[in-house]
Structure formats: C-alpha cells, structure tokens
T-cell receptor, first 112, second 115 residues
Framework: DAKTTQPPSMDCAEGRAANLPCNHS???????VYWYRQIHSQGPQYIIH???NNETNEMASLIITEDRKSSTLILPHATLRDTAVYYC?????????????FGQGTELSVKP | EPEVTQTPSHQVTQMGQEVILRCVPI?????FYWYRQILGQKVEFLVS????????KSEIFDDQFSVERPDGSNFTLKIRSTKLEDSAMYFC?????????????FGPGTRLTVL
C-alpha cells in the first residue's frame, strides 16, 4: 500500500469549510483513497473513499487530483463535533479483507 | 444503524493473567479485525479473520494472542499472559465486500490496563 503524507495539525473556524490535504505521490492505479477519522480515542470512523473521480456523501467531499498524487477532504461546514484526527489511507482495491495502515493523521481543531 | 459492539469497555488485569476481549461484528459482515492503539500512538493492525481462519497478522500478534469466532455472532481476542506493554485500546472492526466497498466499521474499543 502506498504511503501518505498529511500535515500534523490544522485549525478551522466553526461554520467554515475545513480542507484537509493528503499527498500520496506513489499511489498505484489500483489503489483507492480512504479517509477515516478518530474522535478522542473512539473507534475510527469511515468517512469517504474514491478512486479517481470526486466523491461526495452526507459527511464530506473528496477531491482527487487528475494525476491522483494528492487529494483533499472537505468538510463543508465544520462544527465543534468535527474536531478529530483525520487519516488518509490508500489501499489496493482488490485487497478485499486487507488491513488499514494508519499514519499519524491530521489533528483538526474546530474553534468557535 | 447497525454497529460493532465491544465488551467490556474497560478491563483491568494483573500482569501474567489471561484476558478475553469480546466483539460483536455487524451481522452480515464477513471480515473481522483487531487493532490496538497504545496511548498517544498510532492505530496498529493486529489481525484479520475470514472464513474461520486468520487471513493476515502483524508482528505484534505473537503466540500470546489468539482469535476465535466461537459462534455466529461473537469474535474474541485472547491474550494468554498479559504484559505491561499490552496496555492499550483494542478496537474490533468488521467489513463486507459489496462491489468495490471495503470500508471497515470499528467498535468503540476496550481499554485494557495491565498492572
């Protein structure tokens, strides 16, 4: 699985969009980009994933660059409850039951 | 919405004792996992389980660890002789393959404290 690079921390004002970057310059063609978050020692929570097209769900949007070497997770209207550590993970698509390899992630602090 | 549950939420044990951590995965899921997180550190993969056998394990998952799916609902992690360094949060997760969807759903964790 490809390695990812994320900033260790970010701040965001409540109500504003939070844009969390991730670099995965060695990603392979069959690897998906996954985002999880962990709120204060709770179990990690799945947010969104994508291959090459931009994706949106009720939690967030995922923007993947055309060369797939980086991506951005967007929380459109951040709330205090979005304060968490956000993990960007790339995984081989065919590795159906494969492990998740967590890095240090980005600690997002949403401030009033 | 279905969720992964884990019991107990907190387990305190003496060094050298055996502990069993229990998980109830989401009912139609086929893959099961254990991860751990030592305080202040990364979430680390321990083991994955599919079709009643271990499919992958990490270097952490040595002979002191074992997993079992004793019935159709529970998935357990046993540590035979606990060490101080086993103190951590242990997370169970499960997933199902549906098309290209492989996301893992995590439980709330069991905090294991070894004294």
């Amino acid at each position: 699985d490809a390695k990812t690079t994320q900033p260790p921390s970010m701040d965001c004002a409540e109500g504003r969009a939070a844009n969390l970057p991730c670099n995965h310059s060695t990603i392979s063609g069959n690897e998906y980009v996954y985002w999880y978050r962990q709120i204060h020692s709770q179990g990690p929570q799945y947010i969104i994933h994508g291959l090459k097209n931009n994706e949106t769900n009720e939690m967030a949007s995922l923007i993947i660059t055309e060369d797939r070497k980086s991506s951005t997770l967007i929380l459109p209207h951040a709330t205090l409850r979005d304060t968490a550590v956000y993990y960007c993970i790339v995984r081989v698509a065919e590795n159906q039951g494969g492990k998740l390899i967590f890095g240090q992630g980005t600690e997002l602090s949403v401030k009033p | 919405e279905p969720e992964v549950t884990q019991t107990p939420s907190h387990q305190v044990t003496q060094m050298g004792q055996e502990v069993i951590l229990r998980c109830v995965p989401i009912s139609n899921h086929l893959y099961f996992y254990w991860y751990r997180q030592i305080l202040g550190q990364k979430v680390e993969f321990l083991v994955s389980f599919y079709n009643n056998e271990i499919s992958e394990k990490s270097e952490i998952f040595d002979d002191q660890f074992s997993v079992e799916r004793p019935d159709g609902s529970n998935f357990t992690l046993k540590i035979r002789s606990t060490k101080l360094e086993d103190s951590a949060m242990y997370f169970c997760a499960s997933s199902v393959v549906a098309g290209r969807r492989y996301e893992q759903f995590f439980g709330p964790g069991t905090r294991l404290t070894v004294l």
